[in-house]
């Protein structure tokens, strides 16, 4: 983190009420308004650098006007016209117009947001990303901008680029997208992260990387890129609060155990921990006039960035740390070549991801007079993997987790 | 006094050493020679053994009967003491990789001198074992042979070093030699499933089936019990263990098959009026009298309490499974899913009605949504990404006769794999996956099963998917399938 007079120096050009979060943290991280929002705006900074060049002060978003009013806008009367007007060359008439515009509606990624500048489409390729004026920043909070920064602040960025250039950069949809609109650009300065080297963003990139080089479709890329980004902002913030944290995992349970417990306090715990980094920064550099509640966005983006994935109350009315399929069934195609051992992949889960599910992972963190729970915890976890097909059974006990 | 030793098989307990151990004690005790069964693939092993270079590793799971085949081989090359790191004709034996410290050093020696090495399937994978050896997986073997093999012994050693008596013991083997086929044909759904069972469990299996009871005794007196508690059927199933023992293989899959729980009205009727339509011959069974059964069935027309015939209704769910072929299990399949088997392992072609259904199913699947086409395969998905069930588009229309399968053999005639393949996708078909395409042509809807399922046809799907065109589609009342081809130009958009 920035030092209080550092921050106020490199962050003046940015208008802000507050520097202290921005010093922590970097600039704004609110919690996401979708699941997919924050990826969305990532990749659509990594387009236009693709285009115009990578910059870690400004970008040139591009937009896409015309589009966005005929799937987002037009009724269908509206739509005859403009048909009329501009696309009767472009199609072979207005039936074959409206059965595209009709499924292009069908990927737009579904939203609470009855406004235009909150309604995007599920990216296939580049061509079918876009930026929306939204000056209030409700949907593309610059989340995904720091999502950008850390990724090009990582070692691999480049690589990373390369891969994606590959997997992502055309789809059949392109030609339609480049009828139906063209493309305007505007540029915005891009939004403030404090350090220049974090472990975090290599690790960020490198699971990106692995999601590129993996068997996964490509139509499930973007999905997949939303779930590891929105693990990551959550990782990040935990990263910067608190050095050695980590995440107790419930395995879902019917009844309330010790494992349950020991999540929950874990997560207050954590939430606790950036309360308090922000306090220590106020203590050590004086600031006067800090509003506390500024804090809860960030200890709430904790949660939201990990809401569906590893956080949740399902049963009770306490957050704690629960895994999802989604992110289980990502988590084992990003590690397991073909076969490992179970233990070693719960202890992978450990090392790499900080998540402590079983029994001698528990061990490692605290002291309990019986991790009983921890093994059941465990023997959940088996449960649902073989439900996902992960899981193999020898019959002298051994289990492995197999792709 | 054979019995003895069966019950010492039976242990349910599988303290390895111990086990072996007192097996072979008693066998010494009675003078009796130890059951062993004549594997064929042994003698293949070994001929494919001497006429290649390079040293074999015998893998499988615990209880396999490595070390049994390992004693062998030794044996044919003129061993004399057998154990571990005894060299017979040059060749080394390690009879347990898992006990050994420096793993890797072996490996490298075995590339050089001739090995033969047991090791659990496991330990391997911790390793890069190139071309450089024979592999054989033990657990590529027919557990429902090697069952009927053993089973035949085992009755064979009844015969022999037993004497009959009035018993639940003896009754449970006058109804295992009429049955004997359908029991087989419950291990051999294991199989089916790609879950072998290994001869050690195949041991605890059939001694737990004739001798039934936890009480030690019990063989030695051949106690009068009830026959609810020890009869075969109901061993079979395990319920005589406890739910440790009875969540192993193949008890847990046995529990798994609703045996005696699946019913209808007209069968329970069957079993309830048998007297009344003259139909008593298919109750009547070794265990007990069919008054006996009459006068709960009369108190519970009478008082309505179900409690007083449950066990009963049970066994003769049983009854009508294993003895009349009734179809009281989970599957609906597995006589196809058996033909299919034979068919492929005869190299013959496969019905088209079999590769129509699969269409079906697919379909169904693949579209989500209640379509009726069996002549095409659509390969559809949806716009988003494609966990989402109901598919927008279809990707590729294929005819009926591009679904094929191939048939993967193993070490014996009766073992084999096989695959659904459909141009380059290839995906395994168990007897649960081909269960799964049966009910979804039949109408079920994919929420009542296990996600597992759909999740290994997503999977199979994605191997499906490349992308070119547009095809847009419509199902109409009857469930066809109308489509709308689209050619998306880079200055016009037409339809085909």
């Known amino acids: 983190m920035l030092a209080y007079n550092e921050a106020i120096k490199l962050l003046s050009k940015y208008n802000l009420d507050d520097y202290v979060i921005p010093a922590i943290f970097g600039h704004r991280i609110l919690s996401p308004s979708n699941p997919y929002f924050t990826t969305l705006e990532f990749l659509n900074i990594i387009n236009s650098g693709i285009i115009y060049g990578f910059s870690e002060e400004r970008v040139k978003n591009i937009k896409k006007e015309k589009l966005v009013k005929l799937l987002f806008e037009c009724k269908e009367d509206e739509l005859k016209e403009e048909f009329k007007c501009c696309y009767k060359e472009k199609f072979e008439s207005y039936e074959v117009f409206k059965l595209i515009i009709a499924s292009l509606r069908k990927m737009q990624i579904s939203t609470d947001s009855v406004k235009v500048e909150g309604k995007f489409l599920y990216p296939h390729s580049f061509n079918m990303l876009f930026h929306n004026d939204d000056s209030r920043r409700n949907h593309f909070t610059r989340s995904g901008e720091l999502v950008y920064l850390m990724v090009k602040r990582s070692k691999r960025f480049n690589e990373f680029i390369e891969k994606l250039k590959t997997k992502f950069s055309s789809s059949k949809w392109d030609n339609v997208i480049n009828l139906l609109s063209s493309s305007e650009t505007k540029e915005e300065k891009l939004g403030f992260l404090p350090q220049n080297e974090f472990f975090v963003y290599d690790m960020l990139c490198e699971d990106l990387i692995k999601i590129l080089d993996s068997d996964i479709p490509r139509r499930d890329i973007f999905y997949y890129f939303s779930i590891i980004v929105n693990f990551y902002v959550s990782f990040y913030i935990l990263s910067v609060a608190k050095d050695d944290f980590y995440f107790v995992v419930e395995i879902l349970n019917d009844k309330n155990d010790n494992v349950r417990k020991k999540s929950r306090e874990i997560y207050r715990i954590n939430e606790e921990s950036v309360v308090n980094v922000v306090k220590n920064y106020i203590q050590k550099y004086n600031v006067e006039n800090f509003e506390l509640k500024k804090i809860s966005s960030v200890k709430d983006a904790h949660r939201n960035y990990l809401r569906g994935i590893l956080s949740g109350r399902e049963r009770t009315n306490a957050y704690r740390y629960l895994l999802s399929d989604e992110f289980l069934k990502l988590l084992v195609l990003l590690n397991v070549n073909k076969k490992m051992k179970f233990e070693k992949f719960l202890e992978l889960l450990y090392e790499r991801y900080r998540i402590v599910i079983g029994e001698n992972e528990a061990r490692k963190k605290f002291k309990l007079s019986t991790f009983a729970c921890f093994r059941n915890n465990e023997k959940r976890l088996i449960k649902r993997m073989r439900l996902l097909g992960f899981i193999e059974e020898k019959s002298d006990g051994d289990i492995y987790v197999k792709v | ?496």
């Open chain 2, 1 to 496: 006094m054979f019995f003895e030793i069966l019950h010492k098989y039976g242990a349910v307990k599988d303290n390895r050493a111990s086990y072996d151990e007192k097996v072979s004690k008693l066998y010494d005790k009675y003078n009796i020679p130890r059951i062993e069964i004549k594997l064929d693939f042994v003698d293949s092993i070994y001929e494919e053994f001497i006429k290649s270079d390079k040293s074999l590793i015998i893998t499988g799971s615990a209880g396999d009967g490595k070390t049994f085949i390992l004693r062998k081989i030794f044996k044919k090359l003129g061993g004399a003491e057998f154990k571990d790191g005894a060299v017979a004709s040059g060749v080394t034996f390690v009879l347990d990789f898992t006990a050994v410290e420096n793993k890797y050093e072996i490996l490298q020696k075995a590339k050089k001198e001739k090995y033969i090495i047991a090791a659990n399937e496991g330990i391997l994978s911790d390793f890069e074992i190139e071309d450089d050896f024979l592999i054989k997986d033990l657990s590529k073997t027919s557990s429902a042979k090697n069952f009927s093999l053993l089973l035949d012994k085992i009755l064979e050693y009844i015969d022999k070093y037993e004497e009959e008596k009035d018993c639940i013991i003896f009754k449970n083997i006058k109804t295992l030699k009429e049955v004997k086929s359908k029991v087989e044909d419950l291990i051999r759904m294991c199989d089916y499933n790609y879950e072998h069972v290994t001869m050690r469990r195949l041991f605890i299996f059939i001694a737990n089936m004739i001798l039934g009871s936890k009480s030690k005794t019990l063989y030695k007196k051949c106690e009068k019990e009830d026959f609810l508690d020890s009869n075969l059927y109901s061993n079979i199933l395990g319920e005589n263990l406890t739910s440790s023992a009875r969540n192993k293989r193949p008890f847990e899959f046995m529990q798994m098959l609703s045996l005696g729980y699946k019913s209808s009205n007209e069968i329970d009727e069957l079993i309830l009026y048998a007297d009344l339509k003259q139909n008593e011959e298919i109750l009547k069974n070794h265990y007990f009298g069919l008054k006996e059964f009459y006068a709960k069935r009369d108190k519970f027309l009478e008082n309505g309490d179900y409690s007083l015939i449950e066990e009963y209704m049970k066994f003769f769910r049983r009854h009508l499974y294993f003895k009349h072929g009734f179809n009281l299990i989970r599957y609906i399949s597995f006589d196809e899913y058996k033909e299919l088997f034979e068919t492929l392992k005869d190299g013959k072609k496969v019905k088209k009605s079999i590769k129509k259904e699969i269409a079906l199913a697919l379909n169904r699947l693949f579209l989500g949504s209640f379509v009726n086409e069996r002549d095409d395969l659509f390969i559809g998905t949806s716009f988003k990404n494609s966990n989402e069930r109901v598919a927008n588009e279809i990707i590729e229309k294929l005819d009926v006769r591009e679904i094929d399968f191939e048939f993967v053999k193993g070490n014996d005639d009766e073992y084999g794999e096989i695959y659904l393949k459909i141009k380059n996708a290839k995906m395994l078909i168990d007897l649960d996956i081909y269960e799964f395409f049966k009910r979804i042509a039949n109408g079920s809807l994919v929420n009542s099963f296990s996600n597992e399922f759909f999740e290994r046809i997503m999977i199979f799907k994605s191997q499906l998917i490349s992308e070119d065109e547009l095809i847009l589609f419509n199902v109409d009342e009857r469930g066809r399938v109308e489509l709308y081809e689209l050619e998306l130009g880079e200055d016009y958009v037409s339809l085909q």
